[in-house]
């Protein structure tokens, strides 16, 4: 039999890359989808096809595609000082600059940035000043780390441990030590959980404000502040993850000042750049700063080749510019409202179960779970058809398929998101 022609806009054969979250031997059998450049909300394969990016890639375009004047940023910080180590006393300016602008914007006054090169080193690192800061806090039995079900915080050891879906936490030995797993909308659980282990060995605990990858849930209402006022009583640190809710996507520079949660700890990435170059920082409160900073604390031993790149940051610097100027937060809110409308028809479909929306620029369709238990594979023909006629969905685990467009998108690409999504849900039909 003859194989099935590989869709268009694909190049088959190409197999030396091995790609992140990928089957390999289905990519090298049916091919890659290799794009070439981007505008606004599309971006375009190397056969000319034009995809409506209803995810912003990964949750991180926020300032939509082609913005020359980061890739001019980047090149005149390039000719002048790519890069230098910012380990111990060397800085840079753009380095500098973007800290002062991040912690200017921080939930919580006062605060310190550590910058990374992405979100999984943020929450390893998030995870390391924990720890250290308990033991220059003269309490070193708090080591214990708390995760939700659902919950994602990247793939480096200290994020897969926190990973609660199970599946990707599956298979690569012992992992971290330590860490305990609560119900992620449960404060009550949280609080006992706590008592069980006793407050006295808990270090932290992790809470994305909206969990993404584990299926985009908003929080339950007055889940958010509970959690937070438990950590609160109990001394444990708060450390809210805003790789994906960051700079924007909540219709706030950070999701936790618009639900007022001031973190000891946030973690960010993705949006701090629209992921024009990789980037990730970490927001410490003055609780948390201060004695790593006092007199006599020493060395940090901690930190990366790449912490404070001078063109990364200067990419940040013009990303953050673009998002004040066009008011990217103000619009994320309108956003909110407008993707929601645009999404709630889909519920009716008769391949879904719900649809997820309205604490951010997020959103996803949760298909009936009997369809999904017959056929796992079904979110994955639902994402590929809706490719086939244009738009870019994102399934994710249980399935959930995720939309997280760019803050730019319009009303007439919002429909375009919304036909290409029922027309791929079609295809799937009995
Ligand atoms: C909430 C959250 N934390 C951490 C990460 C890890 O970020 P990265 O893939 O940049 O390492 C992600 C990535 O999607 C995320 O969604």
């Given amino acids: 039999m003859d194989a099935e022609p590989a869709p268009a806009g694909t190049v088959p054969g190409m197999t030396e890359f091995w790609h992140p ?3 390999m031997y289905a990519v090298s059998d049916r ?13 375009w394969d190397t056969d000319g096809r034009r995809y409506l990016d209803a995810t912003a890639s990964l949750w991180y375009c926020n300032v939509g595609w082609g913005r020359a004047e980061i890739a001019d940023a980047v090149a005149s910080q390039m000719a002048a000082l790519p890069a230098y180590s910012t380990f111990g006393d060397l800085s840079n300016v753009p380095a500098e600059r973007l800290t002062d602008e991040i912690a200017a914007l921080a939930p919580v006054p006062g605060s310190k940035v550590f910058l990374t090169s992405g979100g999984s080193d943020s929450i390893d ?10 033991q220059l806090a003269g309490e070193p039995d708090r080591t214990v780390l708390i995760r939700r079900t659902k919950a994602y915080h990247g793939m480096h050891t200290a994020g897969t441990s926190l990973a609660g879906i199970p599946a990707n936490a599956l298979g690569h030995g012992d992992l ?11 404060a009550d659980e949280l609080r006992a959980t706590i008592d069980r282990v006793g407050a006295q060995r808990v270090a932290a605990f992790f809470c994305e404000p909206v969990i993404g990858a584990g299926g985009v849930f908003p929080p339950p209402d007055g889940y958010l502040l509970a959690a937070r006022e438990v950590c609160r ?11 994906i809710t960051g700079f924007g996507r909540c219709g706030n520079w950070f999701a936790s000042t618009r639900w007022g949660l001031e973190p000891d700890i946030l973690t960010c990435a993705k949006g701090i750049t629209s992921g024009y170059l990789p980037m990730g920082a970490v927001l410490a409160a003055p609780r948390v700063w201060e004695p790593f900073w006092a007199d006599g604390a020493g060395m940090w031993r901690h930190g990366y080749t790449y912490s404070g790149h001078a063109a990364v940051a200067a990419a940040a610097l013009a990303n953050l510019a673009i998002m004040r100027r066009e008011d990217l937060c103000g619009r994320a809110l309108q956003l909110e409202k407008d993707l929601t409308e645009a999404m709630a028809p889909l519920a009716d479909h008769e391949l879904v179960a719900e649809v997820r929306s309205g604490a951010g620029v997020l959103a996803a369709v949760q298909l009936r779970g009997e369809l999904v238990a017959d056929d796992p594979a079904l979110p994955a023909r639902v994402g590929a058809a809706a490719r086939e006629v244009g738009v870019f969905v994102r399934p994710l685990v249980d399935g959930a398929i995720a939309v997280s467009p760019p803050l730019v998108i319009g009303d007439a690409e919002l429909q375009e998101l919304h036909d290409g999504f029922i027309a791929g849900l079609d295809a799937c039909r009995g």
């Fill in 31 to 43: 091919g890659a989808t290799v794009l070439e450049r981007g505008e606004g909300a599309y971006v």
């Fill in 21 to 23: 979250f990928a089957d």
């Fill in 125 to 134: 690192t998030a995870t390391k000043m924990a720890r250290r800061y308990w």
């Fill in 176 to 186: 971290l030590a330590g860490v305990a797993e609560v119900a992620w909308d449960d």
């Fill in 233 to 243: 009583e109990r001394g444990v640190l708060f450390i809210a993850d805003e790789v």
